[in-house]
């Protein structure tokens, strides 16, 4: 058997990041012994069966852009064109199954995302949440410093 690649996704000989990005998805939920399979496969995360094909999946996500990666917006569904989007690091660091969100005013945030919307530091945040203030009292209290002013 040759090491032709078959599926036109090569590029100087190395398959494409698009390709790359399909075959990690399938090993992760589809091979057990992968070592990224408990968090993937072993919780019930399943890719479409449109994407068992890596023409369809080229078709739905498109060329992947500079300094993204493929993710999940619900960390609990599955790999499909309604749920998978291409984001920043930046982006899905905020959207982990760790991530902390804070529901005020009808809108459920990250703790990052709600200090970058109310010109906060994270620390900052994350400390007055940690020591029980309320959250409409931690988003609306300004930030002092209490840098040694000598």
């Not at 992760?28 to 999946?57: A, M, Q």
């Not at 994350?126 to 000598?150: E, V």
């Amino acid at each position: 058997m040759s090491n032709q690649v078959l599926h036109g996704e090569a590029r100087k000989g190395k398959a494409t990041a698009e390709y790359k990005t399909w075959t990690r998805i399938r090993e992760r939920c589809l091979s057990p012994g992968s070592k990224d399979y408990p968090s993937y496969g072993g919780r019930g995360i399943r890719v479409c069966k449109e994407w068992d094909n890596f023409t369809n999946f080229k078709r739905d996500m498109g060329v992947r852009p500079p300094g993204t990666t493929l993710d999940r917006i619900d960390n609990d569904g599955h790999y499909s064109h309604i749920n998978c989007r291409w984001a920043t690091r930046k982006v899905q660091a905020r959207n982990r199954r760790s991530t902390v969100r804070l529901k005020f005013n009808g809108l459920a945030m990250s703790i990052a995302e709600w200090a970058d919307r109310n010109g906060l530091n994270y620390e900052t945040l994350f400390a007055r949440i940690s020591r029980g203030w309320s959250i409409d009292r931690a988003l609306s209290t300004p930030a002092t410093s209490r840098r040694f002013q000598g």
